[in-house]
């Protein structure tokens, strides 16, 4: 990372460790840090020459794999049980468990290459969009064209990745300095698979006892190894 990355880095870190000791919840400090990386995005959207091509409707990437940490899936239970109806939560983890039955059988190399759509895209639009994992904030591609030559093709790695490359490293910086917060707090830091870590928070009561106590918080989730 060059100097102006880890400088965000350290400033998110900084900033965000003071937080999460302030906040009662995990889930309150990165509600915050969601706002300070979208001030981020749109700062660094502004200084560069090249813009994304992302927007509403084209969700090409919204069928790819997607990794998490336990406090993002925290927040996004409670912005469900807060927001959804039990009806509505009830069929979406019925459409997640249709995707795990898939993803159980894939090797993560495997996971990378086959689409699957994610059980929040609903009519083309991400209906948790408010707190979307910082992995799905993080998609700033330039040309749709490759974006859904990729979709078609997923197998085809030769297809060239069109991101801009300024705006993804303050993305990927911003959220290091997060999860290195959580981390130095004493909290669980692995990443997990988004899928089958969904499932699990709305299954295992004791999930949240774990993450605080810096234990694995999912037991049964696929743990993204480093
Ligand atoms: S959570 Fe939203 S943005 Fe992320 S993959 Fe699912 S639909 Fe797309």
């Known amino acids: 990372m060059t100097d102006i990355f880890n400088d965000a880095a350290l400033s998110e870190y900084t900033t ?3 937080e999460l000791g302030a906040q009662k919840t995990v889930q309150g400090a ?9 001030n981020l995005i749109a700062k660094s959207t502004e200084e560069s020459t090249i813009k994304p091509a992302c927007k509403a409707g084209c969700a090409y990437c919204c069928h790819y ?36 039955k898939i993803i159980k059988t894939l090797t993560q190399e495997q996971h990378l290459v ?11 639009q991400c209906s948790i969009y408010s707190v979307r994992p910082f992995k799905c904030r993080n998609f700033h591609a330039t040309d749709a064209n490759a974006c859904e030559k990729s979709f078609n093709d997923p197998e085809n790695l030769d297809i060239e990745s069109n991101f801009v490359e300024s705006i993804a490293m303050f993305g990927n910086a911003h959220s290091q300095g997060f999860e290195a917060a959580v ?8 990443a997990y698979d988004f899928t089958t870590a969904l499932l699990e928070v709305f299954a295992e009561p004791n999930a949240l006892k774990r993450f605080s106590r810096g234990k694995k918080t999912f037991i049964k989730a696929i743990e993204i190894e480093e």
Request: glycine share 2%; proline share 1%.
């Open 16 to 18: 965000a460790l003071k």
């Open 30 to 38: 990165l509600k915050k840090s969601f706002t300070r990386y979208e």
């Open 65 to 100: 794999k997607v990794e998490v940490m336990a406090h993002e899936i925290f927040l996004i239970k409670d912005h469900l049980q807060q927001n959804w109806t039990a009806t509505q939560i009830k069929s979406l983890l019925k459409d997640a468990e249709e995707n795990a």
């Open 183 to 190: 981390k130095n707090t004493g909290l669980d830091a692995r």
């Open 114 to 124: 086959t689409n699957i759509k994610c059980p929040f895209l609903i009519e083309n």
